[in-house]
């Protein structure tokens, strides 16, 4: 099994940037696709970024498309998002998880593994 722990939440203003990272244990993540994922507040969750296994190509929700940045280091199990240019519509629970998804990198419940979350609020 994988446990995942996000980090890099936090409360910043109206275009500003943070990084968020999710530290995996467990398993090397090597082998899983990795997404990040968020729900806001009577929302539902969706999906923001993922990043397959094999050559690290990458997808976007359009919300976030030219804003946010997926990465991954596989020799530090760790999974990034770095979030520029925030907006108060970005505000929501992030969650990272992991998986074998065979439809696409952004439906959640093709992913095995979840984290605990960590919050990004961003003011207007």
């Known amino acids: 099994h994988v446990q995942l722990v996000e980090s890099g939440g936090g409360s910043v203003q109206a275009g500003g940037s943070l990084t968020l990272s999710c530290v995996a244990s467990g398993k090397s993540i090597a082998t899983y696709a990795m997404g990040w994922f968020r729900q806001a507040p009577g929302a539902e969750r969706e999906g923001v970024a993922g990043i397959d296994a094999e050559v690290g190509s990458t997808i976007y929700a359009d919300s976030v498309e030219g804003r946010f940045t997926i990465s991954r280091d596989n020799a530090k199990n760790t999974l990034y998002l770095q979030m520029n240019s925030l907006k108060p519509e970005d505000t929501a629970m992030y969650y990272c998880?992991?998986?074998?998804?065979?439809?696409?990198?952004?439906?959640?419940?093709?992913?095995?593994?979840w984290g605990q979350g960590t919050q990004v609020t961003v003011s207007s």
């Open positions: 998880a992991a998986g074998q998804p065979w439809r696409s990198l952004l439906r959640d419940v093709e992913y095995g593994y």
